[in-house]
C-alpha cells in the first residue's frame, strides 16, 4: 500500500513529538507531594531534636519572641498567653517543631481575630504543636511532616501583626484537635537560654515588681507569702480553666499585670499583689515548669 508524502511525513512528525515528550515532561507533570506518608521516610520524633520554627535552629532562643507564655498586657488589656509570639515577615517559611502527622488545619474566613489560617501537627499520643495567623497553609490532613517540610508561612490572619504563634499541648483529650486548655510553654520542650537573674522590688507595701527576660520566659509559678499568708498561682492551672476564666488578672488570690519596658523585646515587668491587698508580702518564690526554683527573694 502506497501513502501520500504528505502523509508519511505527518506521521513521522507525530512519533517524534510522541517520543520526545516521554523523555522530558517536567514542564507538565505536577511535583510530587513531599508529605506523602507513602512516598517519605519519616523522621524519629526525638523532643531532645526540637528546632526552632523560623530559623530551624537547634540553639538557644533561636528565634525572637515578641510575647511570652503566660501573663501579659495588650492593647486591650490584661491577658493570658497560651503559647509565644515569633514575628518574621509575611511568606517567611515555618518548620515543625517536632515531626509529626498534620491533623488539623483551619483556614480564615477573612475577617475576625483569632487563630486565622492555622495548623496542629501530632507528634506522639501525648504531644501536639499548632502553628497559628499563617498568611499560607501548605500542608494538609494527614500529611507527615519532617523538619525540613514547610508547613505554611508566617503571616497576620486574624492577627494585628506578621508573627507566627507557636502552641505547644500536653494530652489533648481529642489528639486531633488543639484546645488551650491542654497547652504548655514551647520553652519545654525548645532550647533556650538560663533566665539569668530576675530582679524583684518590693513596693508600696503591697506590690511586687519583677524584671522579667522575655526571650527565656520559663517561670510556671508565682508565690507570694506574708503576714501568715501563702498563695501559689501555677501557669497550668490558670489554662485548664479556659479562655475566658484565665484573661481575668486575679487568679488563686494574686493579682497580675504586666507591662512592656524595653521597645527591643528583650524585657518586661511582671507587677504581683494580693486580691484585695490584704496582706503586705514579705517573700515572692518563682519556680520553673519542672519545679525549680528561679527566684527566692524577701524584702529588706
Given at each position: 500500500?502506497?501513502?501520500?508524502?504528505?502523509?508519511?511525513?505527518?506521521?513521522?512528525?507525530?512519533?517524534?513529538?510522541?517520543?520526545?515528550?516521554?523523555?522530558?515532561?517536567?514542564?507538565?507533570?505536577?511535583?510530587?507531594?513531599?508529605?506523602?506518608?507513602?512516598?517519605?521516610?519519616?523522621?524519629?520524633?526525638?523532643?531532645?531534636?526540637?528546632q526552632w520554627p523560623i530559623s530551624r535552629s537547634l540553639e538557644p532562643n533561636g528565634d525572637i519572641s515578641y510575647a511570652q507564655y503566660?501573663?501579659?498586657?495588650?492593647?486591650?488589656?490584661?491577658?493570658?498567653?497560651?503559647?509565644?509570639?515569633?514575628?518574621?515577615?509575611?511568606?517567611?517559611?515555618?518548620?515543625?517543631?517536632l515531626p509529626g502527622e498534620v491533623v488539623e488545619t483551619d483556614h480564615w474566613t477573612g475577617s475576625g481575630s483569632g487563630a486565622g489560617?492555622?495548623?496542629?501537627?501530632?507528634?506522639?499520643?501525648?504531644?501536639?504543636?499548632?502553628?497559628?495567623?499563617?498568611?499560607?497553609?501548605?500542608?494538609?490532613?494527614?500529611?507527615?511532616?519532617?523538619?525540613?517540610?514547610?508547613?505554611?508561612?508566617?503571616?497576620?490572619?486574624?492577627?494585628?501583626?506578621?508573627?507566627?504563634?507557636?502552641?505547644?499541648?500536653?494530652?489533648?483529650?481529642?489528639?486531633?484537635?488543639?484546645?488551650?486548655?491542654?497547652?504548655?510553654?514551647?520553652?519545654?520542650?525548645?532550647?533556650?537560654?538560663?533566665?539569668?537573674?530576675?530582679?524583684?522590688?518590693?513596693?508600696?507595701?503591697?506590690?511586687?515588681?519583677?524584671?522579667?527576660?522575655?526571650?527565656?520566659?520559663?517561670?510556671?509559678?508565682?508565690?507570694?507569702?506574708?503576714?501568715?499568708?501563702?498563695?501559689?498561682?501555677?501557669?497550668?492551672?490558670?489554662?485548664?480553666?479556659?479562655?475566658?476564666?484565665?484573661?481575668?488578672?486575679?487568679?488563686?488570690?494574686?493579682?497580675?499585670?504586666?507591662?512592656?519596658?524595653?521597645?527591643?523585646?528583650?524585657?518586661?515587668?511582671?507587677?504581683?499583689?494580693?486580691?484585695?491587698?490584704?496582706?503586705?508580702?514579705?517573700?515572692?518564690?518563682?519556680?520553673?515548669?519542672?519545679?525549680?526554683?528561679?527566684?527566692?527573694?524577701?524584702?529588706?
Amino acid at each position: 500500500m502506497h501513502y501520500p508524502f504528505k502523509v508519511i511525513f505527518l506521521l513521522l512528525l507525530a512519533a517524534a513529538l510522541l517520543f520526545s515528550g516521554c523523555e522530558d515532561n517536567s514542564l507538565t507533570t505536577a511535583p510530587e507531594d513531599s508529605n506523602d506518608p507513602e512516598e517519605q521516610v519519616r523522621e524519629t520524633v526525638d523532643v531532645a531534636n526540637a528546632q526552632w520554627p523560623i530559623s530551624r535552629s537547634l540553639e538557644p532562643n533561636g528565634d525572637i519572641s515578641y510575647a511570652q507564655y503566660g501573663p501579659r498586657n495588650l492593647p486591650s488589656g490584661y491577658d493570658f498567653h497560651a503559647g509565644i509570639d515569633l514575628p518574621s515577615p509575611q511568606g517567611t517559611p515555618v518548620y515543625p517543631v517536632l515531626p509529626g502527622e498534620v491533623v488539623e488545619t483551619d483556614h480564615w474566613t477573612g475577617s475576625g481575630s483569632g487563630a486565622g489560617n492555622a495548623v496542629t501537627v501530632k507528634h506522639s499520643d501525648t504531644l501536639a504543636t499548632s502553628y497559628l495567623h499563617l498568611h499560607e497553609i501548605w500542608v494538609s490532613v494527614g500529611d507527615w511532616v519532617n523538619s525540613d517540610d514547610i508547613v505554611g508561612t508566617v503571616g497576620r490572619t486574624g492577627a494585628s501583626y506578621n508573627h507566627l504563634h507557636l502552641g505547644y499541648f500536653v494530652n489533648l483529650p481529642n489528639p486531633n484537635r488543639r484546645d488551650e486548655r491542654y497547652s504548655r510553654n514551647p520553652l519545654e520542650i525548645l532550647p533556650h537560654d538560663d533566665p539569668g537573674e530576675i530582679p524583684a522590688t518590693f513596693r508600696d507595701n503591697t506590690q511586687v515588681v519583677l524584671d522579667m527576660p522575655l526571650q527565656s520566659m520559663i517561670v510556671n509559678s508565682v508565690e507570694l507569702i506574708g503576714d501568715g499568708e501563702s498563695r501559689l498561682a501555677d501557669y497550668y492551672e490558670i489554662v485548664a480553666l479556659g479562655w475566658t476564666p484565665r484573661k481575668e488578672p486575679v487568679q488563686f488570690g494574686i493579682h497580675f499585670d504586666a507591662e512592656r519596658r524595653t521597645p527591643d523585646h528583650q524585657r518586661f515587668n511582671m507587677i504581683i499583689w494580693p486580691e484585695g491587698m490584704d496582706f503586705m508580702p514579705e517573700r515572692v518564690i518563682l519556680r520553673d515548669f519542672d519545679g525549680n526554683v528561679v527566684l527566692d527573694a524577701e524584702r529588706e
